[in-house]
C-alpha cells in the first residue's frame, strides 16, 4: 500500500481484513524506519522482526484518536474509501 501524507485511512483487523478499527486516521509522515510492533520495548521489537524476517521498510506516522501512533506498516492500513 501506498499512502502520502495528508491521506484518510483505516486500520485494518489484523485477524480479518474486511474489519476495520476506530475512527478514520490521518497519514502525517512517510519515510523508511523498522515497522513498531512491540512499541514500548525496542530490543524484543526488533527480535521480533528479525524472527519474522522483515526489515526497514516505507512506514507511516498516524494521528489516530489525538495522537500520534509512530512507524505503523502499510499493510495495517487501507485508504478510506476503499471502505
Known sequence: MKFN???L???VSSH???KFYG???VIVKK???DPKILLHNEKENRAWLEEEGMSSEIVYDIMYKGYVEKAVRGEW???FNEM
Open 31 to 33: 519515510y523508511c524506519a
Open 77 to 79: 492500513l487501507r485508504h
Open 5 to 7: 501524507v495528508g491521506d
Open 9 to 11: 485511512v483505516r486500520i
Open 23 to 25: 475512527p478514520p486516521a
Open 16 to 18: 480479518n481484513s474486511d
